[in-house]
């Protein structure tokens, strides 16, 4: 029974085992996204000098592969669009930034602490962030060594926020200054009061 309760309070067996890999798992979130914030670096300052497949610049192979034209032609004759297209793509590695400092930001804090808001946060926005770039890659055709990273870090992020569930650790997040329910005590029970304890 006291190991029962031990468990539902946060402090068992499983709560020990999920507070060892959370240790890890802020880290590897952490990784993925770091890793997914500088490809969006290169994406908004080199655009044109970023890897894709076999080695071409990204931008161009993604243009070819999608309209299955030439890029250096588009340059040559429509100056004009292939900047408007370059711009679009700047923009897109830019936005990439911003989730990325704010994804490492949350990692490196309220998820490491355990906040269970900062494990939903982390769940949609890496599910965004990585799926929309896998289904732009898959749309125009560019998947090189990079790309096919985007799979591995998705899949090293589900299981880090698998293993760190609020489902499966029963775990809450406390305010900070909020006292802690004593030993023994039920949860939603309310106190005795002084002529409640009397009566008794």
Same mark, same amino acid.
């Given at each position: 029974?006291?190991?029962?309760?031990?468990?539902?309070?946060?402090?068992?067996? =499983?709560?020990?085992?999920?507070?060892?890999?959370?240790?890890?798992?802020?880290?590897?979130?952490?990784?993925?996204?770091?890793?997914?914030?500088?490809?969006?670096?290169?994406?908004?300052?080199?655009?044109?000098?970023?890897?894709?497949?076999?080695?071409?610049?990204?931008?161009?192979?993604?243009?070819?592969?999608?309209?299955?034209?030439? =890029?250096?032609?588009?340059?040559?004759?429509?100056?004009?669009? $292939?900047?408007?297209?370059?711009?679009?793509?700047?923009?897109?590695?830019?936005?990439?930034?911003?989730?990325?400092?704010?994804?490492? $930001?949350?990692?490196?804090?309220?998820?490491?602490?355990?906040?269970?808001?900062? =494990? =939903?946060?982390?769940?949609?926005?890496?599910?965004?962030?990585?799926?929309?770039?896998?289904?732009?890659?898959?749309?125009?055709?560019?998947?090189?060594?990079?790309?096919?990273?985007?799979?591995?870090?998705?899949?090293?992020?589900?299981?880090?926020?698998?293993?760190?569930?609020?489902?499966?650790?029963?775990?809450?997040?406390?305010?900070?200054?909020?006292?802690?329910?004593?030993?023994?005590?039920?949860?939603?029970?309310?106190?005795?009061?002084?002529?409640?304890?009397?009566? $008794?």
């Amino acid at each position: 029974m006291t190991a029962v309760t031990a468990e539902r309070n946060g402090s068992g067996t =499983w709560a020990a085992v999920v507070r060892r890999w959370r240790r890890l798992a802020w880290l590897v979130l952490l990784i993925a996204d770091l890793g997914l914030l500088v490809w969006g670096f290169g994406a908004a300052a080199i655009p044109g000098h970023l890897l894709g497949p076999g080695g071409a610049p990204i931008l161009p192979a993604g243009y070819e592969g999608y309209s299955g034209g030439s =890029w250096h032609q588009l340059v040559a004759t429509s100056p004009k669009t $292939a900047g408007y297209i370059t711009l679009v793509f700047r923009m897109y590695g830019v936005y990439i930034v911003a989730f990325g400092l704010l994804a490492v $930001a949350i990692a490196a804090t309220a998820f490491r602490r355990g906040d269970g808001w900062a =494990w =939903w946060a982390l769940l949609v926005g890496n599910t965004v962030a990585f799926v929309s770039a896998m289904t732009y890659d898959r749309i125009v055709g560019a998947i090189g060594p990079f790309e096919w990273s985007e799979y591995l870090g998705l899949a090293v992020i589900y299981a880090s926020l698998a293993v760190t569930a609020p489902v499966l650790t029963g775990a809450r997040v406390v305010r900070r200054g909020a006292a802690l329910p004593e030993p023994g005590t039920v949860r939603g029970a309310r106190p005795a009061t002084r002529d409640q304890g009397a009566s $008794a």
